[in-house]
C-alpha cells in the first residue's frame, strides 16, 4: 500500500463569481520512504496539492488517502515546510525548533536535546540563542526545515524551502537535506521551480503541465545514493534525466508566460 495516494483530484477555486480550475485529475502515489519532486510552471497548482494533501484545503472532486484512510481536516503525521519560514520573532532559534515538542508536552531537557541535536546535524551550533531577524535566510530556512522534523512526521510536504536563497547555499543545504533524509528515510514531496534541484533530489520526478495543472510525466531517477550534490550535473545519466524533463517542460513554461 502506498503511503500517499492521491486520486482523480481536481481543485476549482470559486473567486468574485469566477471559476478558476487549478488543478485537472491529479493521480500521484508515494511510497514510504521515497523522495518524489514536483516541478511545474508558476501558478499550476504546486502549492494548492500540498494544501489539499495536508488537509488544509478540500478537493472539488478525487480523494487523497495517507496509509489507505481520506485525508479530512488537518492531519498531524503530516509535516508540511512553507515557503516562507513561519518562525516566531520573539522566540530564539532552539525555541521555534522545540516548538512542536512543546505542545506535544515533551519535558523541556528531552525536547532541548533533540533541538540541539537537529541544530548542529544542519551546522547551527553557536545561535540556538539567536532571534530569527539576527539569523541570514539559508539559516532562517534550515530551521524552517528542522523545526518539522523535530516531531518526526512520517510525510514530509516541502513548497520550494530553498527557493529565495543563493546558487551556492541552496546547494548546501540540498546536501544536509539528502543526509538527514538518508539517515531517517522519511517521505518527502518537494515542490520546487528548478529542474537541477528536483533531479538531485529524487527518486521521482513529477512534471506539471501549466494551469491547469495535470501530471504530464514522471521521471525516474536513477543515480545511486548517496549523491554528491555539488558535481551530480556532470553525470551523464543527469543530464539525459535533465533533457527529457526540459523537453516537456519548456511548452508549459511559454505558455505560462503567453
Ligand atoms: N486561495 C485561492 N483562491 C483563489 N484562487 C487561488 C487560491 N490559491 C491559488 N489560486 C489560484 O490557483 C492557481 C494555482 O495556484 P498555486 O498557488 O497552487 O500555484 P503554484 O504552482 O504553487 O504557483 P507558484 O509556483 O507561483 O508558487 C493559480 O491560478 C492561483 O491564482
Ligand atoms: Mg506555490
Same mark, same amino acid.
Given at each position: 500500500m502506498s503511503l500517499l495516494s492521491v486520486e482523480g483530484v481536481s481543485k476549482e477555486y470559486h473567486v468574485r463569481g469566477k471559476k478558476v480550475l487549478?488543478? #485537472?485529475s491529479i493521480d500521484l502515489a508515494v511510497a514510504q520512504g521515497e523522495f518524489v519532486t514536483v516541478v511545474g510552471p508558476s501558478g499550476c497548482g504546486k502549492s494548492t496539492l500540498l494544501n489539499l494533501i495536508v488537509g488544509l484545503l478540500r478537493s472539488s472532486s478525487g480523494r487523497i488517502l495517507f496509509r489507505g484512510d481520506p485525508i479530512n481536516g *488537518?492531519?498531524?503525521?503530516i509535516g508540511y515546510v512553507t515557503q516562507k519560514d513561519n518562525l %516566531? $520573532?520573539?522566540?530564539?532559534l532552539i525555541e521555534n525548533v522545540e516548538i512542536a515538542l512543546e505542545i506535544r508536552g515533551i519535558e523541556n531537557s528531552a525536547r532541548r536535546q533533540r533541538a540541539q541535536e537537529l541544530i548542529g546535524q544542519v551546522g %547551527?551550533?553557536?545561535?540556538? #540563542?539567536?532571534?530569527p531577524h539576527e539569523l541570514s535566510g539559508g539559516m532562517r530556512q534550515r530551521a524552517n526545515i528542522i523545526r518539522t522534523l523535530i516531531y518526526d512526521p512520517e510525510l514530509i510536504l516541502m513548497d520550494?524551502?530553498?527557493? &529565495?536563497?543563493d546558487a551556492q547555499t541552496r546547494v548546501v543545504l540540498q546536501d544536509q537535506l539528502l543526509k538527514l533524509w538518508l539517515a531517517s528515510r522519511k517521505t518527502i514531496v518537494f515542490i520546487t521551480h528548478d529542474l537541477v534541484e528536483a533531479i538531485t533530489l529524487a527518486d521521482r520526478v513529477v512534471l506539471m503541465t501549466s =494551469? &491547469?495543472? =495535470? *501530471?504530464k510525466s514522471i521521471e525516474n531517477v536513477?543515480? $545511486? =545514493? $548517496? =549523491?554528491n550534490v555539488f558535481q551530480i550535473h556532470e553525470r551523464p545519466e543527469f543530464r539525459s534525466a535533465y533533457e527529457r524533463l526540459w523537453e516537456q517542460l519548456r511548452p508549459e513554461v511559454n505558455l505560462a508566460e503567453a
Open positions: 487549478a488543478l #485537472d *488537518i492531519c498531524t503525521k %516566531l $520573532p520573539w522566540r530564539t %547551527l551550533s553557536g545561535f540556538e #540563542d539567536h532571534y520550494e524551502p530553498f527557493g &529565495p536563497l =494551469r &491547469p495543472g =495535470r *501530471i536513477t543515480i $545511486p =545514493r $548517496p =549523491r
